[in-house]
């Protein structure tokens, strides 16, 4: 047999392979749509099919913002989605690779993106790259927050539909297995549905769930919030070490490793939600938006990126836009 004809036989075997997979029935290039004709009443809010918030501007969609979602208020149908979407990154053959290099930027992070001078705009670049990753598969995603403040007490539940715990396929899945080596045993990153990358070890996703009531609350979270402009190094310590810390520790296993953390699917939605509290502060004012970050001179490690560039989440590398929702 020639050499291209093994090759043929090779290329067609792996379309078989990719078109049997079971993968969601959507992958597109993202093709935001600014000229949709369905435009409004001038200067009025309009989604368009990528589900961005645009405003209506001389007949036209723009300005247009991904929303992101607290994962718990979300349909059963875009969660589902966001898990699709993540699982298929994680494995499919054309995404893949940009999946196992997305999370490296975290793994390979060096201390350097924990310090004070980094932690806030690094991370939010790193959800930027995430969310443009999932985005090429279908780009209606967008990466949900887990507002863990909101049930400090129960936050383990995985027992009613909205919990972020719940082991169907619109949630995250429970605790790991103590029998088991805190193998994660049930939802769609069980350990017979989904494997941890080479890089970070392999084998299965862990959880070891300590069951205590969080520390921060709403109450608490809000009192941060309104802590005042010349507070802003109380402010951005508090997330960086006492609100990041807590929920990594306490949902442990993977999410607990510094090392292999960026493997665990709830990372991406627990620095969701620091992103937003930082997005928050920043919506008071110009001041508390453009405090710190502007004078800093750093380039995060490995990237062509400096901090002030991530700063206004209105206008972000890429041309993207990010609102939350409460
Ligand atoms: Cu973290």
Same mark, same amino acid.
Request: net charge negative.
């Given at each position: 047999? !020639?050499?291209?004809?093994?090759?043929?036989?090779?290329?067609?075997?792996?379309?078989?392979? $990719?078109?049997?997979? *079971?993968?969601?029935?959507? $992958?597109?290039?993202?093709? #935001?749509?600014?000229?949709?004709? @369905?435009?409004?009443? &001038?200067?009025?809010?309009?989604?368009?099919?990528?589900? &961005?918030?645009?405003?209506?501007?001389?007949?036209?969609?723009?300005?247009?913002?991904?929303? #992101?979602?607290?994962?718990?208020?979300?349909? $059963?149908?875009? !969660?589902?989605?966001? $898990?699709?979407?993540?699982?298929?990154?994680?494995?499919?053959?054309?995404?893949?690779?940009? %999946?196992?290099?997305?999370?490296?930027?975290?793994?390979?992070?060096?201390?350097?993106?924990?310090?004070?001078?980094?932690?806030?705009?690094?991370?939010?670049? %790193?959800?930027?790259?995430?969310?443009?990753?999932?985005?090429?598969?279908?780009?209606?995603?967008?990466?949900?927050?887990?507002?863990?403040?909101?049930?400090?007490?129960?936050?383990?539940?995985?027992?009613?539909?909205?919990?972020?715990?719940?082991?169907?396929?619109?949630?995250?899945?429970?605790?790991?297995?103590?029998? *088991?080596?805190?193998?994660?045993?049930?939802?769609?990153?069980?350990?017979?549905?989904?494997?941890?990358?080479?890089?970070?070890?392999? /084998?299965?996703?862990? #959880?070891?769930?300590?069951? #205590?009531?969080?520390?921060?609350?709403?109450?608490?979270?809000?009192?941060?919030?309104?802590?005042?402009? @010349?507070?802003?190094? @109380?402010?951005?310590?508090?997330?960086?070490?006492? %609100?990041?810390? &807590?929920?990594?520790?306490?949902?442990?296993?993977?999410?607990?490793?510094?090392?292999?953390?960026?493997?665990?699917? @709830?990372?991406?939605?627990?620095?969701?939600?620091?992103?937003?509290?930082?997005?928050?502060?920043?919506?008071? /004012? +110009?001041?508390?938006? +453009?405090?710190?970050?502007?004078?800093?001179?750093?380039?995060?490690?490995?990237?062509? %990126?400096?901090?002030?560039?991530?700063? *206004?989440?209105?206008?972000?590398?890429? &041309?993207?836009?990010?609102?939350?929702?409460?």
């Amino acid at each position: 047999m !020639r050499l291209y004809h093994y090759w043929y036989i090779v290329c067609l075997i792996n379309a078989w392979i $990719i078109s049997e997979a *079971d993968y969601p029935e959507r $992958i597109e290039d993202d093709n #935001r749509d600014v000229s949709t004709p @369905e435009c409004g009443e &001038e200067s009025s809010f309009v989604v368009n099919k990528c589900e &961005e918030r645009c405003e209506c501007k001389n007949g036209k969609l723009t300005n247009c913002h991904r929303v #992101r979602k607290e994962f718990t208020k979300m349909t $059963i149908e875009h !969660r589902k989605r966001y $898990i699709n979407t993540y699982k298929l990154a994680s494995v499919h053959p054309l995404f893949k690779k940009g %999946y196992e290099k997305t999370v490296a930027l975290h793994l390979n992070e060096s201390d350097e993106a924990r310090l004070p001078e980094v932690f806030l705009p690094w991370h939010r670049w %790193y959800l930027t790259e995430f969310e443009n990753l999932l985005r090429r598969i279908d780009c209606r995603v967008t990466i949900p927050f887990w507002d863990w403040s909101k049930n400090i007490h129960h936050w383990w539940r995985g027992t009613k539909k909205e919990d972020l715990w719940n082991p169907e396929d619109h949630g995250l899945g429970g605790d790991g297995s103590k029998l *088991d080596n805190h193998c994660v045993e049930n939802g769609p990153f069980s350990r017979d549905k989904w494997s941890l990358l080479d890089v970070s070890g392999g /084998g299965c996703l862990t #959880r070891n769930f300590l069951k #205590r009531s969080l520390v921060h609350d709403t109450e608490n979270v809000n009192k941060t919030l309104s802590l005042p402009l @010349e507070k802003f190094n @109380e402010f951005e310590e508090t997330l960086r070490s006492d %609100y990041h810390i &807590e929920p990594h520790f306490v949902v442990g296993g993977t999410m607990n490793n510094p090392l292999i953390s960026a493997n665990s699917p @709830e990372l991406l939605l627990h620095h969701a939600f620091l992103d937003k509290l930082w997005y928050e502060w920043q919506t008071k /004012g +110009n001041e508390y938006k +453009n405090v710190y970050f502007p004078n800093v001179p750093l380039k995060f490690h490995g990237s062509k %990126y400096y901090c002030w560039e991530w700063i *206004d989440s209105s206008n972000l590398p890429g &041309e993207v836009k990010v609102v939350y929702e409460e």
